[in-house]
């Protein structure tokens, strides 16, 4: 099999001192910004992401997605400890995991939730270890038509499977796309919508919109809740991991039912948080004691995390082979990708071997390495967070602050990174999805492209979307998607007696 | 900002969501108009190479703005119904109590450099929020700014804003 080749090779690319070093840097930092409430995965990687230019690409996004693994373990130490959810994927982890830190099973709880988000990742790797290449040759046949009808699909995706009112996601997802327009028109050299403004002239980069949108944003929610830390001891000692790793396997079918439904979430633009929900929901209604979830179930900590990080890993395979990234943080990774000037999509298997399956490999290896830092640095991170948020905060957003100003050394970025900061507080309170926006500002100008060059093969024509069954499937099923919530509410409607309000349609 | 009492709310004062609902949805149809008037300006139509610059963003904007129309209107047709808690006043004040250092920072940076602003930023909170002694807030708002300066500017070669003070030091 070729790919096994492929993998060994990536292994000697990642297994070189350097980058396991920057595996560990990466994977201790992931895990710092998931346990801070205010930084999050996609955030964390938005600041850090100027610092790697100077990088090889290799090890930059070696050290990028350990980061990404890091806070992915990361959110489950603030879960369990302190019920509070360091990351959105992590509120699952709270409903059990806190509760059993009350009953003094911290430690268990904690085991449980690395190890199966260990498992989950290890699930996702494989998928993409053998399934990336087979996407990639596929979609190596791909036009311009069928790479807008896959964005299509993404975007549509967004509007069928959230939970926030579809007019909601539509609007967050064309003021992205209106964001990505501003500036100079690639093809014809115009200015668009600058006003004369020069430093609106390079556009507006989605860094300083993730670090606004997710870690300014945050703070101010954050604040409003007025936090304060009040957490419990743990201590992990070996002999308790041993135990809780033997009572493990009876939760296999827990484990298998997580991953797929984290695999098929992190592929299709689910995400990782909807992803945890989902697994915990099903967790709860096929267990035999459904009224034990919430009181401190271990199976209420398996599920989400499982599913959060298959989610999570496996939203990096159409990132890589389409170019098209499956949560808000592979959308900064491919953000990082064209900065590097690497052209995600299929020819990436093809131009940049070292590259792709050096990262494949290092998924392996980090994730093993991630476990291995968790299982031994609990106790550290739990005393961490006995810090005040009063030193946090204003020290979250100096970092910041410094991440917008290191993009293009712009103090005009630090003034929108303060607006975006705003707008996320404002867009979270009001319920418009903040992922859709941020996908929308890094791929409207690959969207665009592949929309026009469509245009331009078919002289205008919209029918070039449906000329043959390959397109014509994926925009079928792209507004299958888009009409989702329509169909829900209209089956409410019809089933309900007519003084009843219409619920709305949850797709999820 | 959106200081509109919530009058029919009993429990405590509140800010209702109606008028920031109405505020956000108003401003994204603003943005549509922008959108929308700038490609009709550089050519929403067909060139004789092609799409013209204004061709995909005309859509873009259209669609914005029966989104965001579509939600100004509901918030505008439900005025006189329900209206449902925005945010506690104390917890907009709480906001409000991070919002306003954090922009007097942003400005502050242009004025006295990253490092000076920094300082400001975080002895502020501690002293204002976290009630710290004048030790432990000198403590930390000189050690942050400084493993900044190492990793930052030393470790990764980033060169940073800086103001008069780093200048007199002649950094």
Known sequence: ???????????????????????????????????LPGLGGANGIAILLPLTLSMNPTTAIIMLSCIYWGALFGGAITSILFNIPGEPWSV?????GYPMAQQGRAAQALTAAFTSSFVGALFAVVLITFLA?????????FGPAEFFAVQLLTFCSFVGMSKEPPAKVIAAMMLGFALAAVGMDSVTGQLRMTYGYPPLLKGFDFLIAVIGLFGIGEILLTMEEGLAFKGKHAKIDPKVVWSTWKTLPRHWLTFLRSTAIGCWMGITPGGATPASFMSYGIARRMSKEPDSFGKGQIEGVLAPETAAHAAGTSALLPMLTLGIPGSPTAAVLLGGLLIWGLQPGPMLFVEQKDFVWGL??????????????????????AAMLRIPFSVIAPVIVVICAIGAYTVHSSMFDVVLMLVFGVLGYLFKKLRYPLAPLVLALVLGDMAEASFRQSMLISQGSLSIFWSNGLVGGIVGLALVMLCWPLLGTVKSWLQRPPPAAPAEGNAS | ??????????????????????IVSALLVGVAVLVITDSLRVGNGWADDGP???????????????????VLIGTLLKWRGENPVFAERTQLASVLAVLVPMGVYVGGIAWLGIYVASFLLIAYFMRRHGKYGWTATGAVSVAVPLVVYAVFERWFLVLLPKGPLESLLGV
């Not at chain 1, 087979?134 to 190596?140: G, P, R, S, Y």
């Not at chain 2, 013209?52 to 579509?70: D, E």
């Open chain 1, 1 to 35: 099999m070729d790919e096994i080749g492929n993998l060994l090779h990536g292994f000697s690319v990642a297994l070189t001192l350097p980058n396991l070093g920057f595996m560990l840097v990466g994977i201790t930092l992931g895990v710092l910004i998931g346990v």
């Open chain 1, 92 to 96: 699952a982890t709270t409903f059990d």
């Open chain 1, 133 to 141: 290449p087979l996407l990639a040759k596929f979609a190596i046949r």
């Open chain 1, 360 to 381: 494949i490999a290092s998924m392996y290896l980090g994730n093993i390495v991630g476990l291995f830092v968790v299982l031994t640095t609990v106790p550290f991170w």
């Open chain 2, 1 to 22: 900002m959106e200081e509109n009492p919530g009058p029919q709310d009993a429990a405590g004062p509140s800010v209702g969501s109606r008028w920031p609902e109405a």
């Open chain 2, 52 to 70: 013209q610059s204004g061709y995909f963003p005309f859509y873009i904007g259209l669609i914005l703005l029966a989104s965001s129309g579509s």
